[in-house]
């Protein structure tokens, strides 16, 4: 038996439809930090109409800070006593090193690993691991190139101390770097946080360092791209 045509106006609604929704799943949506900054260059490109360079300047500007704004959907890995990337970017540094002192974690050197986030970068943060939030910390500090190893100790930072239902302790630490001047931190203490959820961001360009509690197994290298939410940086101590 022959199918019976579909009409002409509702093919093309489901044709419209279908585009829609791939561009949905192909372009991320912005995170809403990103608004003010690309509402200022379409306000300029918008009282500069008649002016050709003005115009694209502004509309240039703002697709630019649409892009670093984007805020694309991530599935973080199911499997218990993982820990996921705070962030998109390179791993630059997989070592130990002692905690931040401000989060009262001891003086010991326990595992780190440290993801660098250049402009090309997203920007925003995720949450590492699920757990209760017992520390948040800003630390004000210089602004030296976010890919130097002492970035960490002199760098203005924002700590934040997380405890699994486990009880493992994990800091994650957003690091500002040379041109960044903004951290952003929405976590507050005593909030319970589930993991790959955004937590926070850092304009424009940064890096992210993670320490983990002695015994964890770092499951990561030195020069590796890491994808927020979604790369398992370790796994903690069962």
Known sequence: ???????I?????TGAAHFVE???DTVPPMHP???PFVAGPLAVAALGRRHKWVRRAGLTAAGACATFFRHPGRVPPNRPGVVVAPADGLITLVDTAVPPAELDLGTTPVPRVSIFLSVLDVHVQRVPVGGEVIEVVHRRGQ???ADLAEASEVNERNSMHIRTPSGHDVAVVQIAGLIARRIVNNAKVGDTL???DTY???RFGSRLDTY???GTELLVERGQRAVGAETVLAELPR
């Open 1 to 7: 038996m022959a199918r019976r045509p579909t009409p």
């Open 22 to 24: 791939l561009i949905r």
């Open 200 to 202: 926070g961001l850092i």
């Open 212 to 214: 983990f509690p002695a």
């Open 194 to 196: 589930t993991i790959g």
């Open 143 to 145: 602004f030296k190139s």
């Open 33 to 35: 930090a990103g608004l």
């Open 9 to 13: 106006g509702q093919e093309q609604r």
